[in-house]
Each structure stands twice: as structure tokens, then as C-alpha cells.
């Protein structure tokens, strides 16, 4: 049975210290403090939670996330409180679009120079394929 890491400084240096009301009691050998593991639950990889958070301060909102990277819109939620994710205030009201693309479609996609004109762009990964995220840019009057 593989021991939890410290919640406190996320060490996996962890030893077996009683139980407290029926539950499981863990010491860190490293920092000292002392947890008792809730419940395990299904645990969503650190990749998928950066992704979100990504995506969350990028302008998505937490439906779109959840449509896009097939994670539950609540578990966005409690990821945005837990880690005390703000959006910077933004003057301009701009929608991104997506598109899922493989290597060969990215890079034909920049290829074509006429892509990237009046148009920002970000590329994150997303498994084995590519998602890029673009905006008109607002026109300057």
C-alpha cells in the first residue's frame, strides 16, 4: 500500500502514527505534521488541474473547461478557490475560440502567415494532440 504524501509540504516521507476516530493517522518524518487521509477518492493529475487553471485564466469558463478537457466544472471550481486563482482585470471583452489539432495541422496552421494576422495565439498540449487558443485583437481607435 503506497503511503499519501504530506499535505503540509508534500513530502512522501510519511510514516503510520494511530488512528483517530476510525481513520487512519500519518506522521511526515520531515516536516513533522500530523494528517489524517479523508478519503482517496479519484485523484485527477497534476497536468489535467494545470491545464484548467490555464485554460480558467485564459477566459474559459468552467463549462467550457469541462467540455474541453473532460474534468467536472466543480472540480475547476474548487481548483480556482483552492489555489486563490483571480483573473486580471481586463478592459477588453474578447472570446477565444479553439481548435484541436494534431503536430501536422499546427504546423501547417503556421506555415500560412496569413493565420497569425490581427490574431493572438497560445499553444498548450493537450495529450497527443495540440489546443490553440486564438483572439481578434481589438482594433485601436
Request: proline residues 3%; hydrophobic residues 35%; glycine residues 6%.
Amino acid at each position: 500500500m503506497e503511503l499519501p504524501h504530506c499535505p503540509q509540504c508534500d513530502s512522501n516521507n510519511i510514516s503510520r502514527n494511530g488512528i483517530v476516530k476510525e481513520k487512519q493517522r500519518y506522521k511526515c518524518k520531515d516536516c513533522g505534521y500530523n494528517f489524517t487521509v479523508e478519503k482517496l477518492g479519484k485523484s485527477i493529475e497534476t497536468y489535467f488541474v494545470i491545464k484548467a487553471l490555464q485554460l480558467y485564466l485564459e477566459g474559459f469558463s468552467f463549462r467550457e473547461i469541462e467540455r474541453l478537457l473532460g474534468i467536472s466544472h466543480v472540480s475547476v471550481m474548487n481548483w480556482v478557490r483552492k489555489y486563490n486563482i483571480t483573473i486580471p482585470n481586463r478592459k477588453n471583452t474578447y472570446k477565444p475560440t479553439t481548435s484541436i489539432l494534431t503536430y501536422a495541422e499546427l504546423t501547417e496552421f503556421y506555415a500560412n502567415r496569413e493565420n497569425l494576422h490581427g490574431i493572438g495565439v497560445t499553444v498548450t498540449e493537450v495529450g497527443d494532440k495540440f489546443m490553440l487558443i486564438k483572439w481578434k485583437r481589438a482594433k485601436m481607435h
